[in-house]
Nanobody, 126 residues
Framework: QVQLVESGGGLVQAGGSLRLSCAAS????????MAWFRQTPGKERDFVAS????????NYADSVKGRFTISSDNAKNTVVLQMNSLRAEDTAIYYC???????????????????WGQGTQVTVSS
C-alpha cells in the first residue's frame, strides 16, 4: 500500500481557486492509479478525478469537467488537483486515493482504491 497525505484545503469564495496536493510514499508511484474523491455529511464519497501515476489516463466527473485539472509529478510522488471556478456545491472533504490495480481494472468506485489519505476540507462560500 502507498501512504497518502493531502494538503491545500481551505476557505474560498465562489468563483475562486484552490490547489490540493497529495504526497505519496511507500511504493512505486508511477504504476498506481491516483484519484480524488469528495464527501459531504450524510452522503456517499463521490469520485472527482483520476490519473495514472505516470501522468496519463485522466478521468473526470461530469460535475467538475472544465473546472478541475488533475496532474502528477513523478519526481515528487505528488498528485495535484487544481480547482478553478469553485461553486458552493464543491464544498466537501476531499480525499486522495490510490490503487495498485491495473488501469483497466480501476473505475470510479470507492472500492477500486485501497489506499486513502486523511482528507482535507474545502469550503466554498457563496
Amino acid at each position: 500500500q502507498v501512504q497518502l497525505v493531502e494538503s491545500g484545503g481551505g476557505l474560498v469564495q465562489a468563483g475562486g481557486s484552490l490547489r490540493l496536493s497529495c504526497a505519496a510514499s511507500g511504493r512505486t508511484f508511477e504504476s498506481y492509479i491516483m484519484a480524488w474523491f469528495r464527501q459531504t455529511p450524510g452522503k456517499e464519497r463521490d469520485f472527482v478525478a483520476s490519473i495514472r501515476g505516470s501522468g496519463t489516463m485522466k478521468n473526470y466527473a461530469d460535475s467538475v469537467k472544465g473546472r478541475f485539472t488533475i496532474s502528477s509529478d513523478n519526481a515528487k510522488n505528488t498528485v495535484v488537483l487544481q480547482m478553478n471556478s469553485l461553486r458552493a456545491e464543491d464544498t466537501a472533504i476531499y480525499y486522495c486515493a490510490g490503487s495498485a490495480r491495473p488501469y483497466w481494472a480501476v473505475g470510479t468506485k470507492v472500492g477500486d482504491f485501497g489506499s486513502w489519505g486523511q482528507g482535507t476540507q474545502v469550503t466554498v462560500s457563496s
